[in-house]
């Protein structure tokens, strides 16, 4: 019995990372390195420009995939830095929400005490991610990049905590994937706040 319900527990956790990861994971193959789709969205006659200026910006961050997927997918006009270091914070916070959701989901249905613990712990770390990018927002409209990466290293930190609790189990979280990709987004929001004016 306790097997049977390990393999659901195994079953949702993988629908829910497949529902987290396929979007990105479809992005990304349909962008060469470094380089911007014009397919990607309808922007108007400014698209070649702001792919330019999307390509100069992620080109010194760690994940240049990872940027110009998230920059290209929500832009908020004339591109900056701070303008994209503003996108990267949303779109991470909106899936640090959906797996806060999942991670509260798995929980109440998980079979094991440990794991149980582990899912609440993710959840509460990512509703902290949730507060430290608002202060991060913050931060950004101040100009104060001293503790923007103070905020933002603090985000990187609640992700790996999140798999952590796992990883001292002899497991792996069932949201590792997403976990790697928002810190990658938080990465690359550190390496833009270096421009930041």
Do not use: W
Request: proline letters at 4%.
């Amino acid at each position: 019995m306790a097997h049977l319900s390990s393999s659901l527990l195994l079953l949702v956790a993988a629908s829910a990372v497949m529902i987290l990861t396929v979007a990105p994971q479809a992005d990304a193959r349909r962008h060469k390195p470094h380089r911007f789709s014009l397919h990607h969205q309808n922007l108007g006659s400014s698209l070649p420009f702001l792919g330019v200026q999307i390509n100069g910006l992620c080109r010194s961050t760690d994940y240049p995939d990872v940027c110009i997927s998230a920059l290209s997918s929500s832009p908020l006009g004339p591109l900056s830095p701070a303008t994209a270091i503003i996108s990267t914070i949303r779109a991470i916070d909106l899936k640090a929400k959906v797996a806060r959701g999942v991670s509260l989901q798995l929980a109440a249905r998980a079979t094991d005490r440990m794991t149980r613990e582990n899912l609440k712990n993710c959840a509460e770390m990512y509703a902290d991610v949730s507060f430290n990018l608002a202060k991060s927002l913050a931060n950004v409209r101040s100009r104060d990049r001293n503790v923007l990466n103070v905020n933002l290293s603090a985000v990187i930190d609640d992700f790996e905590t999140c798999n952590d609790g796992f990883v001292e189990n002899g497991t792996r979280s069932p949201l590792a994937a997403q976990n790697d990709v928002m810190r990658k987004m938080a990465s690359n929001g550190l390496a833009l706040a270096e421009k930041l004016k």
